[in-house]
């Protein structure tokens, strides 16, 4: 990945201690990433952190088009819901195994009908569940943006 700025190279750190040398970057890794964001910056703004590197992420992929804003934002504020309830917990792999739930990719499906995620506004801004609500309370999440 190109280094442009602090943000970029920021990035590239974290990619490099979550991929490896084989440059995976799937499901485990988008929660390894949240998990490290929401440590170092906290929920607010591990959410904005995310949602950019991600955009970055998929543009340098050539592939800007697969960056969902809901899902990418839902899966932050998850992880952070995780986190915060298990704030002593800083290793990935020891927190993975206490939350297993959040390796299920299908998790969201709980919370959202797949025609809402489809649906363009999804996409490109934030939809509230609309199954399930998430199980933090609105009055005290990062979810005004």
Not at 37 to 46: I, K, M, N
Not at 70 to 80: L, P, Q, Y
Not at 127 to 141: H, K
Request: with cysteine; charged share 20%.
């Amino acid at each position: 990945m190109p280094h442009q700025g602090p943000a970029d190279a920021e990035l590239a750190a974290i990619m490099a201690e979550i991929t490896g040398p084989d440059g995976e970057f799937r499901h485990r890794q988008h929660i390894n990433l949240a998990f490290l964001a929401v440590r170092r910056y906290g929920r607010a703004a591990a959410v904005t952190r995310i949602c950019d590197w991600i955009q970055q992420i998929a543009a340098y992929a050539r592939a800007p088009q697969k960056y969902h804003h809901t899902v990418s934002r839902a899966w932050v504020e998850i992880v952070a819901h995780h986190v915060e309830a298990d704030p002593d917990c800083a290793d990935f792999g020891t927190f993975a195994a206490r939350h297993p739930v959040l390796l299920d990719k299908r998790l969201l499906s709980r919370h959202y009908r797949s025609s809402t995620l489809a649906a363009p506004a999804a996409r490109h801004g934030w939809a509230e569940p609309d199954l399930l609500p998430f199980p933090w309370s609105p009055g005290q999440d990062s979810r005004a943006g």
